[in-house]
C-alpha cells in the first residue's frame, strides 16, 4: 500500500485494518512452549530473607527504620525514607508537603490558590491529576483529569513548560496529544523552566518532573556519570529558588542508575516492584520526615498510620511487603552489578534480534537502558523527524482498545514488552516482590517475544506503506 500523505488518513486506514493486523499477529505468533519457573525459591539470592512477621505496626516500624538506615548511609544522615502503600500515595504525600495546607478552610484555600508548581512538559504523570495547569489551554490532556483532593475541584496550580525540540501534535486511531521528546535540546529547555520559575514568583513553591532517565522522557542528554542533564539543572534551578525538586520515579527500585542525590533532589517516589505498586519515598529530612511524622515513626503517635490529613491511603505497606522492600534494597546497595547485568543481556538480546530491521527504520531508532527501572526503551520518535513515520498509539487509544502494538503484542504472548507513545520498553518481569529481588530473563522467551514484536511491525508498515 502507498504511504499516506497525511497522519490523520494513515489513522483511519488503521482503524478499517484493525481485525486483519490483529488476525496476522494471532498466525504469526510464534508458539510458545510450556512455562518453566526460572526464579529461585524464596531465600536463595544469596542473602537470608528477614524472618516471616505478623502485620503488627510494631513490626513494619522496625522494619522501616532498617530501610531508613540503608538510605542515610548510602546518602548521608540528611536524606531520609518513607515506605509507601503505594506509588500514588507517595506522590500524594509529596505534593502535599510542596504545596502545604494552612490550618483553616480559609488558610487552605488561600495556600493551594497561590502556590505554583512548574512542570517540563514530559510524559503524563499521576502526581498532575490534583494541579489545574497553567496556562489554562492545558486542561485539555489527560493527564490533568483529577478530581482534586478528597473529591474536591482541583486549585493547585502547574506551569507546564513544553521542551524546546519536542513535539506534542495528535496522534493514533483514538486521536490525543503524544509527548514526543526524545530530540528536546537541554539548554533552551531549561531556559524556559528557569523563565517560567521567575516568572511564577513569590508562588512558586516547587519544580517537579519525571525521574525514569530514558530519551522517551526527554533525557536523551547525559553527562559522563549518566545522569541526565535535564535533571541536573532542574535541581540546579531549584536550589536557586529555594524550592523543592520532586521526582515521579515510580517504575524504578532504589540504588539502581545514576545517583539522583547529584541532583540536590528534595524527594524522589520509588516503586521498588513496578509502578502502581507500595511505593518509597526517598530525598531530604525537610520533606520526609512530616511523612514520617504523620505515619507514627518519627517519635509521636505511634501506630498512627494513615494519611488521611492528606488524602492518601494508608502510608505504610503491610510488614511482609516492607521487609520483601527492605530485602531488595539490600541487595541493590551490596549488589547493583548483578541487577546491571540482567539489563545488559536484555540490550544485547534486542539490538541483535533488531539487526534483521530494514536498514532505513533501523537506523532511527534509539535503543537506551535503564538500569533504574531493569528495563531497554527501544524509541522510534525519529522516524517522524522527515514526514510520516511509523504509527504511535495514544493514551485514548489504549483505553478504547485500538492500540495496534499494544493489543497485537497481547495477541502474540508478548507478556514483557510494553508501549508508551513512540516507545517500546523491554522490562525485568516484576509482578512479585521475589522476581524483583532475584531478576532473571528467560532468554530465549524474550527472543521469541522479539521476533513476534518484529513480525508485528512489519504488519503495521505493510498496512501502510512503511518499510520495515
Not at 66 to 86: M, Q, W
Not at 142 to 148: D, I, L, S
Not at 202 to 210: F, G, M, N, T, V
Request: glycine letters at 10%; a negative charge; aromatic letters at 6%.
Amino acid at each position: 500500500m502507498a504511504r499516506e500523505k497525511y497522519k490523520f488518513r494513515m489513522y483511519e486506514n488503521l482503524a478499517k485494518a484493525a481485525g486483519t493486523i490483529l488476525e496476522k499477529a494471532r498466525a504469526a505468533a510464534i508458539e510458545r512452549p510450556a512455562r518453566v519457573p526460572v526464579h529461585p525459591p524464596r531465600g536463595t539470592s544469596g542473602s537470608e530473607p528477614p524472618p516471616h512477621l505478623e502485620n503488627d505496626p510494631k513490626d513494619a516500624l522496625d522494619l522501616v527504620g532498617r530501610i531508613r538506615e540503608l538510605v542515610k548511609d548510602a546518602y548521608g544522615d540528611s536524606y531520609d525514607a518513607c515506605p509507601t502503600s503505594s506509588t500514588g500515595a507517595g506522590l500524594a504525600l509529596c505534593r502535599a508537603m510542596a504545596v502545604p495546607d494552612g490550618r483553616t478552610a480559609e488558610e487552605k484555600a488561600i495556600l493551594r490558590e497561590s502556590r505554583i508548581a512548574v512542570i517540563p512538559r514530559q510524559k503524563p504523570s499521576e502526581i498532575l491529576s490534583e494541579f489545574r495547569p497553567l496556562p489554562p489551554k492545558y486542561a485539555l490532556l489527560p493527564e490533568f483529569g483529577g478530581h482534586g483532593m478528597k473529591g474536591g475541584p482541583c486549585t493547585l496550580r502547574a506551569a507546564l513548560v513544553p521542551l524546546a525540540g519536542a513535539s506534542y501534535s495528535y496522534h493514533g486511531i483514538v486521536p490525543a496529544p503524544v509527548s514526543m521528546v526524545a530530540n528536546a535540546h537541554t539548554g533552551p529547555s531549561l531556559d524556559a523552566v528557569a523563565a517560567t520559575a521567575e516568572a511564577c514568583l513569590p508562588y512558586l513553591s516547587a519544580i517537579i518532573a519525571l525521574g525514569t532517565g530514558i530519551p522517551g522522557c526527554g533525557f536523551t542528554q547525559v553527562k559522563d556519570d549518566g545522569l541526565p542533564e535535564l535533571h541536573a539543572g532542574l535541581g540546579e534551578i531549584a536550589g536557586e529558588y529555594d524550592v523543592p525538586f520532586i521526582l515521579d520515579n515510580s517504575p524504578a527500585i532504589p540504588f539502581l542508575g545514576p545517583d539522583l542525590a547529584k541532583t540536590a533532589v528534595s524527594a524522589i517516589v520509588f516503586g521498588p516492584f513496578g509502578a502502581g505498586g507500595p511505593g518509597l519515598v526517598i530525598g531530604s529530612e525537610e520533606l520526609v520526615a512530616p511523612m514520617l511524622e504523620l505515619a507514627g515513626a518519627n517519635g509521636h503517635s505511634a501506630g498512627n498510620r494513615t494519611s488521611a490529613k492528606h488524602g492518601a491511603p494508608p502510608i505504610f505497606p503491610s510488614a511482609d511487603i516492607v521487609g520483601d522492600m527492605l530485602e531488595l534494597m539490600t541487595e541493590t546497595r551490596n549488589n547493583p552489578e548483578r541487577f546491571g547485568r540482567v539489563v545488559d543481556k536484555i540490550y544485547d538480546i534486542a539490538t541483535s534480534e533488531f539487526a534483521h530491521l530494514g536498514d532505513d527504520m533501523k537506523r532511527q531508532l534509539r535503543f537506551r537502558k535503564s538500569y533504574g527501572t531493569l528495563s531497554v526503551e527501544i524509541n522510534y520518535e525519529d522516524t517522524w523527524n522527515d514526514g510520516i513515520g511509523f504509527p504511535v498509539f495514544s493514551s485514548r487509544d489504549r483505553a478504547a482498545g485500538t492500540h495496534l502494538l499494544r493489543e497485537g503484542l497481547r495477541e502474540m504472548g508478548a507478556a514483557n514488552i510494553s508501549v508508551v507513545d513512540a516507545g517500546i520498553v523491554l522490562s525485568v518481569p516484576r509482578k512479585t516482590p521475589r522476581q524483583a529481588i532475584d531478576p532473571h530473563i528467560d532468554t530465549e522467551e524474550l527472543r521469541r517475544d522479539l521476533r513476534n514484536l518484529l513480525s508485528l511491525l512489519k504488519i503495521i508498515g505493510d498496512e501502510i506503506g512503511y518499510p520495515v
